[in-house]
């Protein structure tokens, strides 16, 4: 009898409990949304003091988009979803280069852990159609792929090509991979430009021109963390390659697309100016800027454009891109400079966009908003296949929206939404297409929980995604851990 009246108590204590947990609940929320505005009025000021043009911070899409942060901050329920929310309104923003995420290192790490950053190899790859030589180069970042881009030209160079395709259609950018990939085919050294910092906008009312940077000592070196301290410190900094061998002087065509962003546009601009170089496929994304990490409340990383880009031969390329010589669907760009190399003239070449069909062991991973679209390598999924066109991926998701695509390491292809059907639920089949350009997939996750992913390829334009949970994840507290000084498991 004395147990029963321990565990039901009277109705009034039982709503008073329920009010003060309403309360408590409340409570946690109103300092969570709290906490959130501070991030989104810290980001307002790095912004403000930091950006390459503080007259662009005074247009209507900039402030608008400002007080659409601010309401996501007070609107979001936790941190991920603000994250989410904020690089979802920045895709459209008034210019590029601009991040959030969480990070296990401030800025100043982070800087130093990409000077010495290596991918770990294919980064750059070089194949053979007989005697012409194709270079598949899918990202600008890491040591090892300028070294592997060195090594391609001593191989082109010593077997004789008759030809180069370049292959930048995947390639949306980072650093100094760019450097050897321009320098071989150049005889001579070639000013393809400067970046403009807020001194010079500050300053002036007009873009700079050649002429403005041809007294300058052109900026050299290998490290980013220079390089970003130096191009704030002047108002311009001025670019220049110089010839490296062996040298390749035969035709070059440099294969482009949609996705070819930020420093692969550095390079498709400068190759640009050589006359043995024709470029085919789609205008490139017109993302050119130089971004800086920045350090935000809460343990969050802010990358922001510190300085704009402009071309000796075309000026901005931000929100512009760069034009082909030949524009063809960039699925069909290898096909009409393979024909091309071989002797076609192009204007008789039939192109067909085919799409080729996933084979089963194509690695397979989801890269997305909550692993930083594969940077945080460690929380990138693999798909394991399992046969009969089914591959099957587990993945671990904090509360909020999530947006994601699934593809190869190298983003030969992805599979995405289609427009106006992004959505995708859990316990529910999304069809997925495959194509260059889908839209991402957005999912919303109510609670933290393990999800299983489950990619049936039934055509090579179009999949089924079955998103199944799990279980939902276990706060964690110390007695769950084996020790005190362990993290904490739940399985």
Sequence with gaps: MQAYYRYNLPAHLLLLLAILSASFACLANNQTQTDLVRVADDISQIIASNHYNPTELLGPQYLQLQEDVKHAARA??????????????????????????VSERNAAA?????????????????????????????TMMGSDTIEEIAMAYRDIASKGAKALIIDLRQNEGGAFAIVPL??????????????????????????????????????SGWSIKSFWRDVQAVPLTRIQFVPMAPHF???????????SASATEFAIDALANLPQVTIIGERSAGKMLSQKMFDVTGSLLLSLPIADYYSTRVGRIEGKGIAPDIAVPANAAMEMAMAIANGADPTTVNIEENIDKITDNTP???????NNWGKNWSDTPKFDYRGNGHYVAKIQLKQGTWEFKIAPMNWSFDYGAKKGSEAAYIGNDTKLIKQANSKNITLTVKNDTELEMILNISTAKQAMLLIDSLKPILPCTPSMRTNQNTPCNIY
């Design 76 to 101: 979001a329920q936790s941190q991920n979803e603000f994250i989410s929310n904020f690089n979802t309104l920045w895709k459209e923003g008034p210019f590029s280069h601009v991040n959030l995420a």
């Design 249 to 259: 002087g035969g035709p070059v065509y440099l294969l482009t697309s949609q996705k």
């Design 364 to 370: 397979l991973y989801l890269f997305g908003s909550m």
């Design 110 to 138: 982070t800087a130093d852990f990409y000077d010495s950053f290596k991918i770990g190899g294919g980064g750059a790859k070089l194949t053979w159609q007989a005697d012409i030589a194709v270079l598949t180069v899918n």
């Design 182 to 219: 321009v320098s071989h085919l150049l005889t001579q050294a070639l000013d393809s430009g400067m970046f403009v910092s807020r001194q010079w906008n500050s300053a002036h009312q007009k873009p700079p021109t050649k002429q403005d940077i041809l007294a300058l000592k052109p900026w």
